[in-house]
């Protein structure tokens, strides 16, 4: 089983749609939680983090954590052209940072 | 700003050739990492290292080798390269664990083995 799985993509939204995105981790212990946008050809740059369970809003970006489900999201509300990108989960344990294969988000003007 | 700094953007070795990623961070940071990222496969960890002198194998370390002899530096070694191991590294370092911890990623260092 891999550390950290995300939903297979590509995710195609509409302009001002909502984009989910989907994580989930297999070590139980693990401690702290980010996603990541990567644009083509550039390194990944840190969008959100997040450690308590619930959720965390920071501008049109929400993340949400539940520890007991192993489950950690990403919504983005209000989709721009300008959020298309590969979105990357990473989770951090001990220190240890592993991250899933990334989700590929297109949003349609 | 944080700064992580690749010493190549592009690279071009020879099979077999032995090949040298060097990694430089200016933040003092403990921490440091080296993945490759290749399509579909998103970003898969090599090596990391918590201290000077101290590695760890990540995920897929066949093949690879490390050495951290300076807090900044973190070396990547391709002891004998292969063309499996054309793909984008990236290097990225962390400060001390903690709930709110961010990577910094370098540049990244496109390899080509020919």
């Known amino acids: 089983q891999k550390e950290v799985e995300q939903n297979s993509g590509p995710l195609s939204v509409p302009e001002g749609a909502i984009a989910s995105l989907n994580c989930t981790y297999s070590d139980r212990g693990s401690q702290s939680f980010f996603w990541y946008r990567q644009y083509s050809g550039k390194s990944p740059e840190l969008i959100m983090f997040i450690y308590s369970n619930g959720d965390k809003e920071d501008g049109r970006f929400t993340a949400q954590l539940n520890k007991a489900s192993q489950y950690v999201s990403l919504l983005i509300r209000d989709s721009q052209p300008s959020d298309s990108a590969t979105y990357l989960c990473a989770v951090l344990n001990d220190y240890k940072l592993s991250f899933g294969a990334g989700t590929t988000v297109t949003v349609r003007a | 700003d944080v700064k992580v700094t690749q010493s190549s953007r592009y690279l071009v070795k020879r099979t077999g050739e032995k090949v040298f990623l060097e990694c430089v961070q200016d933040?003092?940071?403990?921490?440091m990492f080296w993945y490759r990222q290749d399509p579909g496969l998103g970003l898969r960890l090599i090596y990391f290292s918590y201290d000077v002198k101290m590695k760890e194998k990540g995920d897929i370390p066949e093949g690879y080798s490390v050495s951290r002899e300076k807090k900044e530096r973190f070396s990547l070694i391709l002891e004998s390269a292969s063309t499996n191991q054309t793909s984008m590294y990236l290097c990225?370092?962390?400060?001390?664990?903690?709930?709110?911890?961010?990577?910094?990623f370098g540049q990244g260092t496109r390899l080509t083995v020919v």
């Open positions: 933040m003092d940071h403990e921490n």
């Open positions: 990225a370092s962390i400060p001390p664990a903690g709930p709110n911890t961010e990577a910094f």
